[in-house]
């Protein structure tokens, strides 16, 4: 007889086959061993379900477009977790919007999980980001401080990200500088963050019982603890002297090392190398641009120029 | 006489000729949108909408290496 969590799978279009490979790549995304995925599609088929509430502030709404750009990944995280309010995607309006994310924080307080997309405004009182007729700060502070965890998704929720750019006029800044000891924070940094690192995280948490291990930025470690150069395909090329000088030259054609058109690539810890982006199809590198850094702090204030090489130390 | 859609009305006061009916936030859109209508004798007579949200990318801009003020124009809008 089928499960609850089959049928509904199936309803979703999505056999057996692929729900176990969607567990194998958490495994692998995760870094676990082989054999992991079984206890992984076991935790997501009897687990209890959090709710989700996702806050947008000062956003542009990129996270959330890659969080949609996974169908496979989000039809089966819908099945585990199911989203109670995003602005987004929701159909109430107005009063009722609110009323959804209050009707989750009361009735499932230390339950939810929160995630917040985009930056949150603390100049002039805050009037940069009001939504209901209330500030941003004052959202954040009742939907994070009640939730189980709070997951800052996309560089901006992180450390304030492109609203933060110098000079900073709004006074944006991330959850964890906006709410100050803030427990549990999981920060996604990334412009956009990568789906399937926010899905690997809440599938951790949904096997485990707790959150992955943080780096000293509060990043997960299996997301950010290697560099991107030294994982770059196009390494081999970099060690041999073989770098693009101009968009389109002979080394651009073939695929040669970035570096000299201003690769951030060796400052930037993520694993964009492996998971890429849009369904695995592809990344910034892959695509023939370098690097921007956007894993990491304070990018967009990166002088001169993303253009410009780094330079040597 | 046109029907004013209710079920999404945030506030509303005043008599049943005379309405204000904010909605706010609009969702399902990009951004934080806010509508504030006065209703008299069930038409709209006044509408007013408001982006909730600013950044200053403007203010950001300047001064910037023109090769790079895509990378921050591209996130206006991410949808």
């Known amino acids: 007889m089928k499960s609850d969590f089959e049928e509904k799978m199936e ?8 729900f176990l490979k969607f567990c194998s790549v958490m495994a692998a995304t995760l870094g676990l061993p082989a054999g992991s995925g079984r206890a992984i599609a076991q935790a997501l088929e009897t687990g209890p379900r959090p709710p989700i509430i996702w806050l947008e502030f000062q956003d542009c709404t990129g996270d959330s477009e890659s969080f949609l750009r996974e169908p496979t990944l989000i039809n089966l995280l819908f099945d585990s977790v199911s989203l109670n309010y995003h602005e987004t995607l929701m159909a109430p309006s107005g009063t009722l919007a609110e009323k959804s994310r209050l009707e989750t924080i009361r009735n499932y307080a230390g339950q939810y999980i929160c995630v917040v997309e985009g ?7 805050g009037v940069y980001a009001m939504i209901g007729g209330r500030t941003a700060l004052s959202i954040a502070q009742e939907t994070c401080t009640k939730a189980l965890a709070t997951i800052a998704v996309g560089n901006c929720a992180w450390d304030g990200g492109l609203a933060a750019a110098a000079p900073n006029p709004t006074g944006a800044k991330g959850v ?10 999981i920060n996604l940094p990334g412009c956009p963050m990568n789906v399937v690192n926010l899905t690997a995280t809440i599938v951790y948490f949904l ?12 990043r997960p470690q299996f997301a950010y603890g290697q560099e991107i150069h030294e994982n770059c395909p196009r390494h081999n090329h970099f060690e041999a002297d073989r770098f693009v000088r101009a968009w389109g030259d002979q080394g651009h054609q ?7 058109m201003g690769c951030k690539g060796p400052r930037t810890r993520h694993n964009c190398w492996q998971v890429k982006w849009n369904g695995g199809i592809n990344w910034p590198i892959g695509a023939g641009h ?3 850094g956007c894993a990491s702090a304070n990018f967009w204030d990166q002088p001169p120029s993303f253009y410009n090489p780094l330079p040597d130390d | 006489m046109p029907q004013v859609f209710l079920p999404f009305v945030a506030n509303s006061a005043g008599s049943p000729t005379s309405q204000r009916i904010v909605i706010d936030p609009i969702t399902r859109i990009e951004g934080h949108l806010r509508i504030e209508t006065q209703i008299e004798n069930g038409r709209v007579a006044e509408a007013y909408s408001a982006a909730m949200m600013f950044r200053g990318l403007e203010i950001i801009l300047k001064g910037r290496d023109p090769r790079d003020a895509w990378i921050y124009t591209q996130r206006i809008c991410g949808v």
Request: proline content about 9%.
């Open chain 1, 290 to 292: 370098g690097c921007i």
């Open chain 1, 11 to 18: 309803k979703q279009g999505i056999t057996r086959r692929d």
């Open chain 1, 254 to 260: 073939s695929g040669w090392c970035l570096f000299m």
């Open chain 1, 119 to 125: 930056s949150i405004p603390t100049g002039s009182g």
């Open chain 1, 207 to 218: 096997t485990n019982n707790q959150w992955p291990a943080l780096d000293s930025q509060g």
């Open chain 1, 176 to 185: 964890g500088g906006a709410l100050p000891g803030l427990s549990p924070l």
